[in-house]
């Protein structure tokens, strides 16, 4: 019988096992799978671990600083916070091909946490580039991801998933994986029996490469500050309406290359078309297109109308997976 006590002991023996007395580095998103990981991790080594949080600019609004409140407030994990921002701007110009993009940022995290890792500080309080190195990295990967990412038997390759399909080949760390065989609702319980509390274990996922991949064209700082804008509406009037435990998540994709006609007030308008894409699903490997109710629709489509300029056109995304999958990318 599966019982998430039993996951916990067999993997904290696992990674015992598997770290020694080496130093580990934790990428951590706020989310939680990487949440759950890491408290895992932090039970089997404690303080060999550090966990790194990436900004990559690809990021919700107020997320950064939420995952630096929440999280260490309640594990006490030692934290390190990146900036990375200009970096995967830079990285993920003139594309717009997903896959590129999504390996661009696979690989932009990686060299992000190799840098990271050279800085971290040891026990002693010295930097232990060289006295101890990083070697391990932890990931917050579940069965799901390998299995989309082509890593399960007989899978096609749906699309690379950040923290799989999206690694460089010349990765200088072994990768620490505890939840490799688990789905979400299994994370959850393990997250749950370790004590990582409910605002996290029940965050809506949201994916590594962020918004990255629900910018449909080119990513520039422009068409995220649109994006981020028009996500943080439809996510306040998701929870003022309750809705949060209904649905599994509801992206916001900005068509960046698409514009049509509108009218404002007396004038045309030619903007883009945001796409709302919620859905239902127990583990993501299928879903649903969610019926939310009509005015809580119509309430996220006037507001994201007249409070961002840029978009003049709001979309219900009613396909459900098979045969589109959750993200646009
Ligand atoms: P798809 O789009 O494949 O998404 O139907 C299935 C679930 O996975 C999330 N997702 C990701 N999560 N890194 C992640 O951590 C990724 O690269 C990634 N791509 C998709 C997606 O939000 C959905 O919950």
Request: one cysteine or more; aromatic letters at 6%.
């Amino acid at each position: 019988d599966w019982n998430a006590g039993n996951v916990v002991a067999e993997q904290v023996e696992k990674i015992r096992a598997q770290v020694g007395d080496a130093r580990v580095i934790c990428g951590l998103s706020g989310g939680v799978d990487s949440s759950v990981a890491a408290a895992l991790v932090q039970k089997a080594v404690g303080s060999q671990l550090t966990c790194v949080f990436v900004d990559h600019g690809l990021l919700r609004s107020g997320e950064a600083e939420q995952v630096e409140k929440d999280f260490v407030a309640a594990t006490g994990v030692q934290l390190k916070v990146v900036d990375a921002r200009e970096r995967f701007l830079r990285a993920l110009a003139g594309h717009t091909d997903p896959e590129t993009k999504r390996k661009i940022i696979g690989r932009e995290f990686i060299r992000v946490f190799e840098d990271a890792a050279r800085e971290v500080i040891d026990d002693a309080g010295h930097s232990d580039a060289s006295a101890h190195p990083v070697k391990f990295l932890v990931q917050g990967t579940l069965y799901p991801d390998v299995v989309e990412s082509g890593g399960g038997e007989g899978a096609a390759n749906i699309k690379s998933h950040h923290n799989v399909g999206g690694l460089p080949d010349d990765l200088q760390f072994e990768l620490v994986e505890p939840l490799r065989t688990l789905f979400k609702d299994e994370v959850r319980a393990v997250g749950l029996e370790l004590g990582v509390p409910e605002g996290i274990v029940w965050r809506q996922p949201f994916p590594g490469p962020g918004l990255g991949i629900r910018i449909i064209g080119e990513v520039t700082a422009e068409r995220l500050d649109i994006l981020r804008a028009a996500d943080v509406i439809a996510r306040e009037e998701l929870t003022r309406a309750g809705l949060d435990r209904d649905i599994w998540q509801c992206p916001v994709v900005l068509l960046a290359d698409v514009r049509s006609v509108g009218v404002q007030g007396d004038g045309r308008t030619y903007g883009h078309p945001v796409v709302l894409r919620p859905v239902s699903s127990e583990d993501a490997m299928t879903a649903d297109w969610t019926r939310l109710p009509y005015d809580v629709l119509a309430v996220i489509s006037t507001r994201i109308t007249n409070e961002v300029p840029e978009v003049n056109r709001v979309v219900l995304d009613v396909t459900s997976k098979p045969p589109g999958t959750i993200e646009w990318e």
